[in-house]
């Protein structure tokens, strides 16, 4: 078994990520000087929430659980208030702790309901899905999503550490993997060429049922080269005064697509259509090579991921991306890329450039698919 690698995410409250196998025993250390811990989990995740229980009640804490609903599901407001009535009926204190044990939509609920709590308490995240581990348990981005909108209330709420436990994969369905890798190949483009290096030189491997031993020390590395992306962005922005918003590359389409489609897309489905999407954009301004806009869909193509969307939804999709948090009043914002590892911004499209974009990636309803 490999050595844990450890991460460190900078900025007033410095924090680890720690990548491995087996790490239950770290958990424990990150929630020093808590008395009761609340693990917020998915019921995919009843039994892991029950080891973590028994294992942090070894260690002397008072453990609570919250099962919240499946993926999107969980980031509504009544949850949230499930939630907060959990921690108010067993006496949570400011020095007591959250922990989110699940996908990203665990993380993100899990991590309000700790910011949102007693005005902040700590949160430790224990992500179980590839999404989770290389992008939302990372950062400290959390929120809850309103009929309007996806993520409109949130908070930034930095963890007191994150448990990326590869043994987690193992059962995570295929479809949630790959989903997941949209998110490893947005931090290639933005970032880190080798990945897009990698996820090209194994995407048969990568997308395959089932994990096979070659291929688990390469999902490894794509796991901590995509950490490291997020923490050096996230460590030196943490509020998004900036420079974070390269991290939402391919989202404000990405979210559009998950919001007409009423969630029923992964969002690391969505947000590899909004990849190609920015990509087009870009090149169309004039910004991007056609070789990077085909490489955009072939490495996303091999993974399985879609690259196109329905033609016929233009005016809803503009519609939820004016909901976007990068909007200005009235101009919109995209992050595009210059080159790959080069991004940039596109502010206040010229409405002709948007809908070539569009027509660039619309598809017949029958062949634009979610994974
Ligand atoms: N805060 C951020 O910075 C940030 C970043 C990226 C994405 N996100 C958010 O993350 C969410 C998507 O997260 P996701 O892709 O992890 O999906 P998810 O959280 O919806 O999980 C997908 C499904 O997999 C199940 N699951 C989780 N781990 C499992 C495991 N090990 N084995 C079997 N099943 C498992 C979950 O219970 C769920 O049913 C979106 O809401 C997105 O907006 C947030
Ligand atoms: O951490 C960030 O910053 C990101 O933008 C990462 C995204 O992958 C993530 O989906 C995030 O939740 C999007 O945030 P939002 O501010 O666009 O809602
Ligand atoms: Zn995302």
Redesign the pocket.
Known sequence: MNEPVRIEVGGDRPYEVVVGEHLLGELAGMLTGAQRVLIVHPGALTASAEQVRADLEEHGFEVATAEVPEAEEAKTAQVAAFCWGVLGQAGFTRSDAVVGLGG?ATT?LAGFVAATWLRGVRVVHVPTTL?AMV??A????T?INTAEG???V?AFHPPGGVLCDLVALESLPVHDRVAGLA?VV?AGFIADPEILTLVEAHADALRAPELTADVRPVLRELVERAVRV?AD??SRDLR?SGL??????G??F??AIEQVERFRWR?GAA?AVGMVFAAELARLAGRLDEATVARHRSVLAALGLPTTYAADQWDRLLTAMRR???TRGDLLRFVVLDGVARPSRLEGPDPTLLAAAYAEIAADRGSARAL
Do not use: F, M, Q
Not at 138 to 141: E, H, L
Not at 244 to 249: F, Q, S
């Open positions: 990203g993100d999404l992008d939302a990372v950062g400290g981005k929120g996806k993520n409109l949130g998110e947005k997020k962005v996230v998004e974070r918003e390269v991290l939402n590359y989202h404000t990405g979210h969002h947000v976007d948090k990068k």
